[in-house]
Nanobody
Framework: QVQVVESGGGLVQAGGSLRLSCAAS????????MGWFRQAPGKQRELVAGIRSLDSTTYADSVKGRFTISRDNAKNTVSLQMNSLKPEDTAVYYC????????????????WGQGTQVTVSS
């Protein structure tokens, strides 16, 4: 079992920045694929960014060039730096962990955090 806990989020004006952090425990962190999903009201949950155990990354087209995912295996944490935020980035953001990268790619990771609200005002 893996416990995933997010922190960060909040309210920011368009064009601003936020940083989300996530801590995972219960398994060797360096072997886990980690990432962030988001779900806006009335929409399906979507993958925002993911990072593999060997540090290769993937991003949704809508956030490329604005968001950066990184991991610190020594601290068992993964972060999402969000810059140039837009109102359409408003959503609940979920940190997720998985033993399989392919599960991330089909939005079915093994473990989920509780979610944190990000609101971008125009």
């Amino acid at each position: 079992q893996v416990q995933v806990v997010e922190s960060g989020g909040g309210l920011v004006q368009a064009g601003g920045s936020l940083r989300l952090s996530c801590a995972a425990s219960g398994r060797i962190f360096s072997t886990l694929a980690m990432g962030w999903f988001r779900q806006a009201p009335g929409k399906q949950r979507e993958l925002v960014a993911g990072i593999r155990s060997l540090d290769s990354t993937t991003y949704a087209d809508s956030v490329k060039g604005r968001f950066t995912i990184s991991r610190d295996n020594a601290k068992n944490t993964v972060s999402l730096q969000m810059n140039s935020l837009k109102p359409e980035d408003t959503a609940v953001y979920y940190c997720a962990a998985s033993t399989s990268w392919n599960k991330f790619l089909v939005s079915s990771p093994d473990y989920w955090g509780q979610g944190t609200q990000v609101t971008v005002s125009s």
